[in-house]
């Protein structure tokens, strides 16, 4: 049996783009037709469902819930700001606060307003004041009824895929505008940080806890050659820990703009250096399907004692940590509670030895949008019928509720 603390934070999470539906004047609802994706079209009707959507939150006993703010609803045109989207987020905040629910408030989460990628996105030098344009618009009209910010989702994860692989908008290649797109974002985070700061300071409210979704993985050497182990020392450095250190440079003493390190963790690579190199130190990873291991739905790797790895390795920061996600796509929803299981396991562990996790947000409450990769991946602990709109919740669903109700793990 595995106990938790009674102050824990126990739910699920989501992002506008994936679950609200008709999201028009964002860059993703364009790319996706002129890249001849999946429409994400209505997802999940969430926009209009979200009271029944957190009634079923609740009925699982979550006392916690994140959601991301769409920017394009709330500044469709450059410097307009609808405040009709605006009292549409405060109702969505208060319906989950009627519910005795935290909202933990993501501010990006990897969409953009079309006019911003006009001008260049995240390339553009000015991307970080009109981010922060935003942030103070929201941040100050909800400031009341939030404690959790994110201020951006998996910065990595966005500049790898839409300027490194170039697989999502706007779908370059080029290491010069990843770096830019790095400083941008790594700036906009710091800032955003200091301002919403001031903002509750300047309005006598009780100090926030901000911080990102940064994505972690775990970095294994297949066969323990040196240049194996080598390489996965290095890219857990750089990918689980680079960011992190990146945006505490230039902060007086290194005291990290973090209050809290929020984390999404899904899963490993397994590191296998063809030839020496640069690059392949950087990307190589084994093809050979000699691990015995089971995948998810999309492919990937089921390691939860990988979280537990960095939770250790994140525990020198000496800052709580919540789990902002962590989840597995999947037809097969026994597995899903398997994975939960067996992950909470491994944070209890880690917590065991000293990280204080304050946190546990399961990826997703609800099947969603699944980006580049449409509707097929199913990371719902309710399962949506996207003819219907009708939400099932799933046995998962139910198993992790008795958890989220007292904090115990059998
Ligand atoms: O669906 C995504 C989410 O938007 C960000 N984190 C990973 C999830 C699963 O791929």
Redesign the pocket.
């Given at each position: 049996m595995f106990k938790f603390p009674k102050d824990f934070l126990w739910g699920a999470a989501t992002?506008s783009y994936?679950v609200e539906g008709n999201n028009k004047n964002c860059d993703w609802w364009q790319w996706e037709k002129k890249a001849g994706k999946t429409i994400s079209g209505d997802a999940c009707r969430h926009y209009g469902l979200y009271e029944h959507d957190f009634d079923i939150a609740k009925s699982l006993n979550h006392n916690a819930h994140r959601f991301s703010i769409e920017w394009s609803r709330i500044e469709p045109y450059e410097g307009k700001f609808s405040h009709k989207e605006l009292q549409h987020y405060l109702d969505v905040i208060l319906a989950l606060k009627k519910r005795n629910i935290e909202p933990v408030v993501t501010l990006h989460?990897?969409t953009n307003p079309i006019w911003f990628t006009k001008r260049g996105g995240w390339e553009n030098q000015h991307s970080v004041e009109r981010y922060l344009r935003y942030c103070n618009f929201v941040v100050r009209a909800l400031a009341k009824h939030v404690r959790y910010w994110i201020t951006i989702?998996?910065p990595t994860?966005f500049i790898s895929h839409a300027y490194i692989l170039g697989v999502w908008p706007p779908q370059k290649k080029s290491l010069l505008k990843a770096a830019y797109v790095e400083e941008h974002l790594a700036l906009a985070h710091i800032k955003a940080y200091h301002l919403i700061h001031n903002i509750y300071k300047g309005l006598h409210l009780n100090k926030p806890k901000v911080s990102i979704a940064h994505?972690v993985m775990a970095f294994v050497p297949c066969k323990h050659s040196l240049r194996n182990r080598l390489a996965a020392y290095l890219r857990a450095k750089v990918y689980n820990i680079g960011f992190l250190e990146r945006i505490s440079m230039g902060n007086f003493l290194k005291r990290m703009p973090l209050d809290f390190i929020g984390i999404?963790y899904?899963s490993r690579q397994v590191v296998a250096i063809k030839q020496l190199g640069a690059g392949n130190m950087a990307m190589d990873t084994c093809e050979k399907k000699h691990h015995r291991i089971s995948k998810n739905s999309l492919g990937w790797d089921i390691y939860p004692k990988g979280l537990y790895d960095v939770l250790l390795e994140l525990k020198k920061y000496n800052l709580p940590i919540m789990i902002t996600?962590n989840?597995i796509c999947t037809y097969d929803d026994g597995q899903r509670w398997k994975y939960i299981h067996d992950h909470l396991k491994y944070i209890h562990r880690a917590m065991r030895k000293g990280v204080k996790v304050i946190g546990y947000l399961y990826?997703?409450l609800m099947d969603?949008f699944?980006?580049d990769k449409g509707f097929a991946p199913r990371?719902g602990i309710v399962g949506i019928n996207y003819k219907t709109y009708k939400r099932t919740i799933r046995k998962s669903a139910k198993k992790f509720a008795e958890v989220c109700k007292n904090g115990i793990l059998k």
């Open positions: 992002s994936q989460h990897f989702n998996e994860i994505n999404n899904y996600e989840g990826w997703s969603n699944e980006w990371f």
